[in-house]
Nanobody, 128 residues
């Protein structure tokens, strides 16, 4: 079992930055996947970035590539998302996710249905 608790959301003006953190309780193994999804008001959940825990290869969604950076601190057991040059369209609830099924070759899925563990979410609001 894994528990995920997000923090760091808030309100910021366009062009600003925020850093989200996800505190992880439980065991994450070296062939698992983790990441961040988001859900804007009135829309479905959207993949932001996923990363495998062996090779640490990130897969970013097109809308955030070049602006967002995922990182993992194994010693602190946290997953972070640095978000720069934020845009109003980044406004959403952001969720930390994990999938404990073994994955091989550094491949992580980008479909929300593949992730069994979700945090409660943290709200990010970007004003123009």
């Amino acid at each position: 079992q894994v528990q995920l608790v997000e923090s760091g959301g808030g309100s910021v003006q366009a062009g600003g930055s925020l850093k989200l953190s996800c505190a992880i309780s439980g065991d994450i193994y070296s062939n698992n996947c983790m990441g961040w999804f988001r859900q804007a008001p009135g829309k479905g959940r959207e993949w932001v970035v996923v990363i495998d825990t062996l090779y640490h290869n990130p897969y970013y969604g097109d809308s955030v590539r070049g602006r967002f950076t995922i990182s993992r601190d194994i010693a602190k057991n946290t997953l972070s998302l640095q978000m720069n040059n934020l845009k109003p369209e980044d406004t959403a609830m952001y969720y930390c996710v994990a999938d404990l099924r073994p994955r091989y070759g550094g491949f992580c899925p980008t479909e929300e249905s593949e992730y069994d563990y979700w945090g409660q979410g943290t709200q990010v609001t970007v004003s123009s």
